[in-house]
């Protein structure tokens, strides 16, 4: 009869906690992980940009997305939500890519990837801007200019 009891409050714990789990939530998580991926890649370029222009893009990558993810823990923390530290997966992938690269190879891998990288941010912020979720919603449309911004810069790289 214990060991029931103890099953059925660590299954109890396992379904509260998948509760907290919120479109909101996933999308802060998503957008943060986005923030500290742009914010690493975007310090490498600044320091393996094989041109002036992939290391002021970087530069400008990093400083954006820093202030964006200081503006989405402001807005998590009072949802108790844990601050992820690390990046995505396809930014973890890339890093390791444009780890071994430099010059001109470094610059073409960088600016192609962030093209798709903002392609599929913005596609994501549309999202969440439809979901009209108060706690996001202006957030959301704030920062569609900026990674519009960084979309047209990475396509002028990269062509």
Do not use: C, W
């Not at 290391?55 to 964006?68: F, Q, V």
């Not at 470094?106 to 979901?131: C, G, L, P, Q, W």
């Amino acid at each position: 009869m214990r060991r029931l009891n103890t099953v059925l409050t660590i299954a109890a714990l396992g379904l509260a906690t998948a509760a907290v789990a919120t479109p909101t939530t996933d999308f802060l998580n998503d957008a943060i992980k986005g923030d500290n991926s742009e914010i690493k890649l975007g310090a490498m370029a600044e320091e393996k940009g094989g041109t002036a222009a992939i290391k002021a893009y970087g530069k400008m990558l990093n400083a954006d997305h820093t202030a964006h993810k200081a503006k989405l823990v402001a807005i998590a923390q009072p949802l108790k939500m844990s601050i992820p530290d690390g990046m995505t997966a396809g930014a973890d992938v890339e890093y390791l890519k444009l780890k071994v690269l430099s010059g001109n190879s470094f610059d073409k891998e960088f600016a192609s990837h962030m093209v798709k990288d903002h392609n599929d941010d913005i596609t994501s912020y549309e999202k969440e801007i439809a979901r009209n979720d108060p706690a996001t919603v202006k957030l959301a449309k704030a920062t569609l200019p900026t990674l519009r911004k960084h979309l047209q810069t990475a396509q002028k790289l990269s062509s």
